[in-house]
């Protein structure tokens, strides 16, 4: 991320978790930010969670982070906590003014009087020829009422009279709650055999499940935009700053990062934004028998994000389906320690370092099995997805993947690995037959060489010559070639031993010389 940099420095403040429990021991924070002031701070945000940086893009100098709401109420105010900020403003020399970013949802005040005042502004807009703009003010101060009943029950927002050089947005991410009942729909409509088309469609859209996966998603891009066209900092929280915090500072960093979108960085991004700063693995997916209440699909949402986006940008990610997949699968399964435990202090009193395993070099030694083969990483630099409603699928392989009954569908991704794997291997089987090929026509071209040098180099003297023509000519018989000698009888067997020795299989030269040596004997 390039840092530690003039502007952002590595804070010991919190190493022994006095500060914040729920943080980790090493954060980045403002290089002009006092060790008095991040303790202020922290005394005024929620579980203090104080301002720290989550990610820095070294080209636009902007900044990415993430704390818990202040706790301000209606008058209250802290001034460690406005120098803080305007620290992190400072940071960015591109920049003065920073963005901050409350991810919590739009609501109406349930009052008369805000009843009142949102139709007489209707009213008075319906002919006005600038309606579109003034709908979009006015949905962000619906937002701003609902925030104000925030500030009245000691939860709150920050104040833009006390903040200098701050811009606040608004984005409707709902909370666990909603997200748990909806889940819940979700799954009933699933689970229902015999459902036709329509009836499906419409238990899907009565779910409101794709609705709040797109809301995650915008608040997202607003994130990615915000430091790509504006090169402004972003201030990102939410109630406590563990649940849509960590899911909008995530997938942020995945947009206008193209490291995270590989299997290692993948793994850098979820240890950074979800186990390190404290989503509370074990309350939201239930591994314990605690407040049912607190369960809630948040860390699923985030996968199903990064899936849609997978599908959107099908050659932006080194990594396919299946390894979001099974990222899911052993968040639940409980046999790797990673996600074990609401917080690095927590997994450290448990020790879960020396009594369990990694769930990343298991993923990663089958990593094959995970590649995307479309994937090319110098395409895409900052991905620009598009949230119009037909762009969000139902994930049918998350949710319907131990569904026997279903007829099986080979993915596009599978198809094309396999097809990888074939090629690949016809490739291995030409370069053997090649090198197969190319040594034969070596040893032929050898043999040729040999031929010839035994050519040129074959004697040529008188006595060779002699006993080359003897092997051509045709050998006498060997009872012609043994010849009486005067005053002999046939019946003499005197040499009946050189007949036995003619009758032996002994080169033709050989014989006659034997031949000539008895007759002249």
Same mark, same amino acid.
Not at 208 to 229: E, P, Q, S, T, Y
């Given at each position: 991320?390039?840092?530690p940099n003039?502007?952002?420095?590595l ?8 500060i914040?429990?729920t943080?980790?021991?090493e954060?980045?924070?403002?290089r002009i930010?006092?060790?008095p ?8 945000r929620? @579980?203090g ?6 990610y820095?893009?070294?080209n636009?100098?902007a900044?990415i982070?993430?704390?818990? &709401? ?8 802290c ?6 900020l305007?620290a992190i ?7 003065r003014?920073?963005?901050?970013m409350d991810t919590?949802? @739009?609501r109406?005040?349930q009052?008369?009087?805000?009843t009142?005042k949102?139709?007489?502004r209707i009213?008075?807009?319906?002919s006005s020829k600038i309606w ?9 101060e ?8 925030n500030?009245a029950?000691g939860?709150?927002?920050e104040n833009?009279?006390n903040?200098?050089n701050?811009?606040?947005q608004?984005?409707g ?5 909603? $997200? ?7 799954l009933?409509?699933?689970?229902? @055999? ?7 469609y419409?238990g ?9 996966i ?7 891009i607003?994130?990615?935009?915000a ?8 201030l990102v ?9 960590s &899911? ?7 947009l206008?990062d193209?490291?995270y979108r590989?299997?290692k960085?993948?793994?850098v991004?979820?240890?950074k934004d979800?186990?390190?700063f404290g989503?509370k ?10 407040d ?5 699909p948040?860390f ?12 959107q940008?099908?050659?932006?990610f080194?990594f396919?389906?299946?390894f979001?997949? &099974?990222i899911?699968e052993h968040?639940?399964?409980?046999q790797?320690g990673?996600?074990?435990g609401?917080?690095q202090?927590?997994?450290e009193?448990? @020790? ?12 990663l030694?089958?990593?094959k099995?995970?590649?995307n ?5 110098q395409k895409?630099e900052?991905l620009?997805?598009n949230t ?5 699928k139902f ?13 099986p569908r080979?993915l596009v991704?599978?198809i094309? $690995? ?5 090629n690949k &291997?016809?490739e ?6 090649e ?5 034969h026509?070596?040893?032929q071209?050898d043999?040729?060489?040999?031929k ?8 040529e003297?008188p006595?060779?010559?002699t ?7 045709t050998?006498l018989p ?5 010849r009486?000698?005067?005053g ?6 005197r040499?009946?031993e ?20 008895? $007759?002249?004997?």
């Amino acid at each position: 991320m390039g840092v530690p940099n003039s502007n952002w420095q590595l804070s010991d403040a919190n190493r022994e978790y006095k500060i914040c429990e729920t943080y980790p021991r090493e954060l980045y924070v403002p290089r002009i930010a006092s060790k008095p002031i991040i303790v202020g701070s922290s005394k005024f945000r929620s @579980k203090g969670r104080f301002p720290v940086l989550s990610y820095y893009h070294q080209n636009k100098e902007a900044a990415i982070c993430r704390c818990s &709401q202040p706790l301000s109420g209606f008058s209250a105010r802290c001034l460690e906590d406005e120098h803080l900020l305007q620290a992190i403003s400072k940071a960015n020399p591109v920049n003065r003014y920073m963005y901050v970013m409350d991810t919590r949802p @739009k609501r109406r005040m349930q009052s008369w009087w805000a009843t009142q005042k949102d139709i007489g502004r209707i009213i008075v807009r319906i002919s006005s020829k600038i309606w579109n703009d003034e709908k979009i003010r006015e949905s962000d101060e619906k937002k701003r009422l609902n925030a104000m009943a925030n500030r009245a029950a000691g939860k709150g927002y920050e104040n833009e009279d006390n903040y200098s050089n701050i811009r606040f947005q608004f984005v409707g991410i709902e909370n666990i709650h909603v $997200m748990r009942s909806s889940l819940q729909k979700l799954l009933e409509v699933n689970g229902t @055999k015999g459902l036709s088309v329509n009836d499906f469609y419409s238990g899907l859209e009565s779910s409101g499940w794709l609705r709040h996966i797109k809301a995650v998603m915008d608040a997202a891009i607003f994130l990615a935009k915000a430091i790509m066209v504006e090169n402004a900092s972003v201030l990102v929280h939410c109630s406590d700053g563990w649940d849509r915090t960590s &899911q909008a500072c995530s997938l942020g960093s995945l947009l206008l990062d193209s490291y995270y979108r590989t299997l290692k960085g993948f793994v850098v991004l979820i240890e950074k934004d979800w186990i390190s700063f404290g989503h509370k693995f074990s309350e939201r997916c239930g591994h314990l028998d605690g407040d049912p209440k607190e369960v809630s699909p948040v860390f699923t949402q985030f996968l199903e994000c990064v899936w849609h986006l997978t599908e959107q940008f099908p050659q932006a990610f080194e990594f396919n389906e299946a390894f979001l997949l &099974q990222i899911h699968e052993h968040i639940h399964s409980c046999q790797f320690g990673n996600f074990l435990g609401n917080c690095q202090k927590e997994r450290e009193e448990l @020790k879960l370092k020396e009594k369990t395993y990694s769930l990343w070099p298991f993923l990663l030694d089958g990593q094959k099995t995970y590649l995307n083969p479309l994937y090319k990483s110098q395409k895409f630099e900052v991905l620009e997805p598009n949230t119009v409603s037909f762009n969000f699928k139902f994930w049918r392989n998350m949710y319907h993947q131990f569904d026997r009954t279903l007829h099986p569908r080979q993915l596009v991704c599978n198809i094309i $690995m396999n097809m990888n794997e074939e090629n690949k &291997q016809l490739e291995k089987d030409i370069k053997d037959l090649e090198s197969k090929i190319k040594q034969h026509k070596n040893e032929q071209i050898d043999g040729v060489h040999t031929k010839e040098l035994l050519h040129s180099v074959r004697p040529e003297s008188p006595t060779l010559k002699t006993a080359l023509c003897f092997k051509e000519q045709t050998l006498l018989p060997v009872n012609d070639a043994l010849r009486t000698i005067e005053g002999s009888s046939p019946a003499d067997n005197r040499y009946s031993e050189c007949a036995e020795e003619f009758s032996k299989a002994e080169p033709a030269v050989v014989s006659l010389e034997y031949g000539v040596a008895r $007759m002249t004997c």
